[in-house]
């Protein structure tokens, strides 16, 4: 026990012995410094010293030395090397928050899965009556009320869509099927599923395939250009939506290109934001700044690129930039 206390204390003990050492070599290099003084102080703060240690040593184990007599099993070199009992509380107390911490964010995390997962079963329940709503709008015979009503369960269906996969964003790479797939069979059935809208806004489709395939998820890819298409949409009067495909240094890229009201140039760095709509056009209430934000994190996850053009008054170009095909080699293998 008389090691181990010396042990813990060497540097003490080392420090005071270096200063009594360094006073005596002080005194000896210098001759108007009396050496025998020092001398005799040295060995007087010395002794005091040892006294001091022996008093501590006495006074610091006779707990543990109570505990030995207590219980002569006791590994006191054990006990010795614990840790306090203040540490001991601190380690005790941050061990049941982390434990608490961990118990409630578990806790969290299965809230939010099954309230994603209700959410989600919400949304697949309200697409039966939006299916039978399609087939009432369909058999009614005043043209006015049936595009009207048309256009009102479109906004409806593309707000559901933008939720269910704003709930499915998070697991998209688990959800990914890479194949070659036939660019007019994404493009042309959400030209179809606009329709109604566009032909009440009095707005027409130019269509240019130059390139007629790529390397994606068509369900995603989908999805992106639908986004893409209803904000050319939405910001469009009575003009033609130009979609065109082509290839250019090895990439496939698919441009649309519409001659609405623009972007202001101080908002274009942040129409990808999470939430983002106008800083020119608050009193457009339709905008949720969701849109763009989801089409963004899709195409990321599909290794495309958007980029955007845009001039106020005079109509906005988004362009997707797929990735070469050996490129895909490293989305098969996450």
């Known amino acids: 026990m008389i090691k181990r206390f010396i042990i813990e204390r060497y540097s003490w003990i080392f420090l005071f012995l270096f200063l009594q050492l360094l006073l005596v070599f002080v005194a000896y290099i210098d001759p108007s410094i009396p050496l025998t003084p020092i001398l005799y102080i040295t060995f007087l703060s010395s002794f005091l010293f040892i006294i001091f240690l022996?008093?501590?040593?006495?006074?610091?184990?006779?707990?543990?030395?109570?505990?030995?007599?207590?219980?002569?099993?006791l590994d006191l070199t054990t006990i010795i090397q614990a840790e306090s009992p203040f540490e001991q509380i601190i380690e005790e107390a941050l061990a049941n928050q982390t434990q608490q911490l961990k118990k409630e964010s578990t806790t969290h995390f299965l809230s939010l899965e099954q309230e994603k997962d209700d959410l989600l079963s919400w949304i697949h329940e309200v697409k039966t009556p939006l299916t039978a709503m399609q087939l009432i709008i369909d058999r009614l015979e005043d043209d006015t009320m049936k595009t009207q009503l048309t256009h009102e369960w479109l906004r409806i269906y593309?707000?559901?869509?933008?939720?269910?996969?704003?709930?499915?964003?998070?697991?998209?790479?688990?959800?990914?099927?890479?194949?070659?797939?036939?660019?007019?069979?994404?493009i042309f059935p959400e030209i179809k599923a606009l329709q109604s809208w566009c032909?009440?806004?009095?707005?027409?489709?130019?269509?240019?395939?130059g390139e007629t395939e790529v390397f994606s998820d068509s369900k995603w890819l989908a999805f992106i250009i639908r986004q893409l298409l209803t904000n050319a949409i939405k910001y469009s009067e009575s003009a033609d939506i130009l979609i065109k495909t082509y290839q250019q240094d090895k990439h496939v890229q698919v441009e649309i290109?519409?001659?609405?009201?623009?972007?202001?140039?101080?908002?274009?760095?942040?129409?990808?934001?999470?939430?983002?709509?106008?800083?020119?056009?608050?009193?457009?209430?339709?905008?949720?700044?969701?849109?763009?934000?989801?089409?963004k994190k899709a195409a990321d996850s599909l290794f495309i690129q958007i980029r955007v053009s845009s001039r106020p008054q005079a109509g906005t170009t988004f362009?997707?930039?797929?990735?070469?095909?050996?490129?895909?080699h490293h989305i098969s293998s996450m």
């Open 54 to 73: 022996v008093i501590r040593y006495q006074k610091e184990t006779r707990f543990y030395k109570s505990l030995n007599e207590w219980s002569p099993d």
């Open 158 to 186: 593309l707000l559901l869509d933008q939720q269910l996969h704003q709930k499915r964003m998070p697991f998209i790479e688990n959800d990914l099927h890479i194949e070659r797939i036939a660019i007019k069979s994404v």
């Open 199 to 209: 032909m009440q806004k009095g707005i027409g489709f130019d269509v240019d395939l």
């Open 257 to 295: 290109q519409d001659f609405g009201r623009g972007i202001d140039p101080k908002d274009l760095p942040r129409i990808f934001d999470k939430g983002f709509t106008s800083t020119s056009q608050h009193q457009d209430n339709g905008a949720t700044g969701m849109g763009l934000y989801l089409a």
């Open 319 to 328: 362009t997707l930039i797929f990735p070469k095909i050996n490129e895909f």
